[in-house]
């Protein structure tokens, strides 16, 4: 395919050593199950936290993780409700409605017939993203208003494929891109809840980002640097809009996604046999096979990965220090368990006269101070 049409820079070509690994990929999902697309959301939530190894290697894979956390016994507890899906669909069918008028009505275009709306419809997601690349290059070179409605961009991660599908996407005429993001939490007095909107732009960021691939072979192609973030005004159902600057977020998520080990490599060190078929292995099978991929929990997985509650609770008997948070874990240097903390803490492990290790000597002092308060309180109250 060439490249008028593939996408642009979004994949690299193919090898013969991908079918290789895609293989090996299927095998670990189980050859019948069907994979789970990773989505951009998948993908924030993997650029935050790219030292897990077990998570790229199950969204790689196409594992579906809720089926197999319900099947370890530890169930994601988040997670959209059927009300708030129901009630996000019809939101985004009202902003795109009559042709998208309400949706350019925020962008300052009072005549939706000004404004091309190109078909993009094609066979399966490399199609879809190919037909996107081609819309977005004759939507450019038209120099005129053209609306994506979700269009289908790709994007390699760790080695391995995915196609995103943000809400829209506008074609100015003087070439710039912009990611349209439609969510239905409201915007009160013109700002909405900082923690929605966050997780709105670090979702965005991974569009742009796909995007710039496609803008880098398009002549005359920019990406915005912003995202045009669409909710509910106040407490009606009437669509507003707010710019949303995501460059930060866009560098985080560049920076983070370039450290992820590839998936390739992180399989060929699994030992012979492993596989993560729910529906052919037992509970025990699929435990042992979850622990055979190295993790990186941290307390923002709850909200964020479904196999959070079986990673909290292994990290938990271990006693790893990383149940305490991030922050907590880079004070502690190298003492990577509670019990080797609180054994610091006593006196019964480490040198506070190291000057390589400041962390002991804080501890005692720390264990110092809480003996001399509870000393002190417990005096008081005689």
């Given amino acids: 395919m060439s490249d008028s049409l593939d996408g642009g820079a979004s994949l690299p070509p193919q090898t013969t050593r991908q079918p290789r690994v895609w293989q090996r990929l299927a095998e670990l999902r189980g050859p019948a199950v069907v994979p789970r697309p ?26 579906d993780k809720t089926a197999l956390a319900s099947k370890l016994g530890s169930p994601a507890a988040f997670g959209q409700s059927q009300f708030a899906f129901m009630r996000g669909n019809a939101f985004e069918a009202k902003v795109k409605a009559d042709g998208g008028r309400e949706l350019l009505r925020l962008l300052g275009i009072e005549e939706p017939g000004a404004v091309q709306l190109p078909d993009l419809t094609a066979a399966g997601p490399q199609g879809r993203a190919a037909r996107t690349a081609l819309a977005l ?10 609306l994506l409605d979700h269009p289908m961009l790709a994007l390699e991660v760790a080695g391995s494929p995915a196609y995103l599908e943000p809400d829209a996407v506008v074609v100015h005429p003087d070439g710039r891109w912009t990611v349209v993001e439609i969510k ?40 915005a640097p912003h995202v045009l973030l669409v909710c509910p005004k106040d407490f009606s159902n009437l669509p507003t809009a707010s710019v949303v600057d995501v460059r930060k977020q866009l560098s985080v998520t560049r920076r983070q996604l370039t450290r992820l080990t590839r998936i390739e490599d992180i399989a060929a060190a699994l030992p012979e046999g492993v596989t993560f078929d729910v529906e052919s ?31 909290r609770d292994r990290a938990r ?31 019964e492990h480490g040198d506070p006269d190291d000057p390589d290790d400041p962390t002991v000597e804080a501890l005692r002092r720390a264990q110092a101070l809480r003996a001399e308060a509870l000393a002190t309180g417990g005096s008081s109250c005689r």
Avoid at 45 to 61: E, Q, S, V
Avoid at 137 to 146: I, L, M, V, Y
């Fill in 137 to 146: 290059r004759e939507a450019t070179a038209a120099g005129a208003w053209s």
């Fill in 38 to 63: 990773l989505d951009a959301r998948a993908l924030a939530a993997l650029a935050a936290n790219p030292g897990c190894r077990r998570r790229a290697l199950l969204d790689g894979a196409g594992v």
């Fill in 184 to 223: 239905s939490f409201p915007m009160i007095d013109g700002s909405a809840d900082a923690s929605k909107v966050g997780a709105a732009a670090r979702q965005s960021a991974v569009y742009v980002l796909a995007l710039e691939r496609v803008a880098a072979v398009t002549e005359g192609a920019e990406v």
């Fill in 281 to 311: 292995c037992s509970a025990e099978q699929l435990a042992e096979a979850v622990e055979s991929v190295p993790h990186a929990y941290a307390p923002e997985c709850l909200s964020a990965c479904e196999l959070a509650f079986h990673c």
């Fill in 317 to 347: 008997d271990a006693g790893a220090v990383e149940t305490l948070g991030r922050s907590v874990r880079g004070e502690l240097g190298s003492l990577t368990t509670v019990g080797a903390v609180l054994a610091a803490a006593r006196g």
